[in-house]
């Protein structure tokens, strides 16, 4: 089948090289350009993907009319401009996850891919992984009931990634908060259907990163313009009448048991729990009045990086809607974003849909 989709790829550092084997894969696409602002990054990647335009200003990728579809793989604070360039560009776009740091981005982003009627995905590999796909599908066909709480949280002893895009509130926009707690946090709304969320009630922490020769086992000390916090924890109320309990953490004194890090989730419903990633399932017999405890088989895997890449041009080339909509994590995003304010105010912050 002749590959009709040409992939052009912006900001190609680190976790771009995860979404490039998903374009190589895929029938449907090729790499045919790439953009980075270090010349070395995007040298590297050229030789690995083969890709012939180069470009230092991404601008000049999102306006190459051979480009059909723009894989953001930026620090999160440049999403938004880059997104709704390339949107209004009329190029589909994938983009990294936190889709962007505040909902007003998200919204813009909304009614970009609205204007430009392009598709517009969030990078959240974990939809992809084979675990998270056979409890979803396990939930969607009304093992657990209504899921009326949540507990999730993903901890790392001493993980913080060092580098400015991740450190320096101007290019991230948060710390493990926007990093890492935005994964479980949509694992966990995907997993309870997206309820709409209500009110939320958060505190961060930065105690450790301010410690003279606190380090990162992933390499170096905290640097003197580490920004964010590094810690967080949150209470969310759905219009439902769910709740959820989230923690995150790039440095903890949290007992990881062999693990780099620590990313769970407990589903509570009406007629069975289920925790994740074992994908364990416990409920109860109330005829026999016995306690039942089961396990699921593991869905097919395959990298999950690679498939939502994957998944995206499948959407694309056959005209399907978004694999990850906008929408679902502009509500991951009014959470987030509630947690930081709440921090901020020390009160319960309402959030209006
Ligand atoms: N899904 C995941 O598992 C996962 C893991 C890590 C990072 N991420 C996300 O991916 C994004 C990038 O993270 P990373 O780890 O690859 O960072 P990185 O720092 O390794 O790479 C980012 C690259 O973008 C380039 N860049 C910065 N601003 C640019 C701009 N305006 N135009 C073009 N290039 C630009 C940098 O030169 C760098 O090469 C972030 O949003 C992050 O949250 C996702």
């Known amino acids: 089948m ?12 680190g976790i771009a090289n995860t979404h490039f084997p998903g374009w190589q894969e895929s029938p449907h696409t090729e790499i045919a350009a790439l953009s980075d602002l270090a010349e070395p990054a995007l040298q590297r990647a050229a030789e690995k993907t083969g890709a012939k335009k180069l470009y230092a200003n991404p ?3 999102i306006a190459d009319p051979d480009i059909d579809i723009v894989d953001i793989c930026t620090p999160n604070m440049y999403h938004t401009p880059l997104t709704v360039g390339a949107l209004d560009a009329g190029k589909h776009v994938i983009c990294e996850k936190p889709l962007a740091p505040t909902p007003s981005d998200i919204q813009q982003m909304i009614a970009a891919r609205d204007r430009s009627g392009k598709l517009l995905m969030t990078a959240q590999h974990f939809r992809f992984q084979g675990s998270a796909k056979a409890l979803k599908a396990e939930i969607d066909g009304g093992t657990l009931g209504p899921i009326y709480h949540a507990r999730s949280w993903m901890l790392r002893r001493s993980g913080a990634p060092l580098r400015p895009g991740f450190i320096m509130k101007k290019h991230s926009g948060g710390g493990p908060c926007i990093d890492i707690g935005v994964h479980i946090l949509d694992l966990t709304l995907w997993m ?3 309820p709409q969320p209500v ?3 958060g505190i961060t922490g930065d105690r450790l990163s301010k410690q003279k020769g606190m380090f990162s086992a992933w390499g170096g000390t905290i ?3 580490f920004d964010v916090e590094e810690f967080a924890a949150a209470f969310v109320r759905f219009e439902t009448g769910a709740t959820l309990i989230l923690e995150c953490s790039w440095l903890l004194h949290h007992d990881m048991g062999g693990r780099g890090e620590d990313m769970q989730m407990w ?9 994740w990633p074992d994908n364990q399932l416990v409920s109860a017999n109330l005829k026999t009045q016995q306690l039942i405890d089961s396990k699921l088989l593991k869905a097919a895997g395959g990298e999950p990086h690679a498939l939502e890449c994957i998944a995206f041009a499948e959407a694309v080339a056959k005209k399907q809607s978004s694999p990850v909509p906008a929408e679902e994590s502009l509500k991951v995003c009014q959470i987030l974003n509630g947690l930081y304010e709440s921090a901020a105010t020390g009160r319960e912050v309402v959030i209006t849909p």
Do not use: D
Request: charged letters at 20%; aromatic letters at 4%.
């Open 192 to 194: 309870m259907g997206h």
């Open 223 to 225: 640097p003197p313009e």
């Open 59 to 61: 601008e000049e990728l």
């Open 199 to 201: 009110t939320v009630t």
């Open 267 to 275: 589903l509570y419903g009406e007629k069975a729990g289920s925790h």
């Open 2 to 13: 002749a590959k009709t989709l040409k992939v052009g790829v912006i900001g190609v550092g």
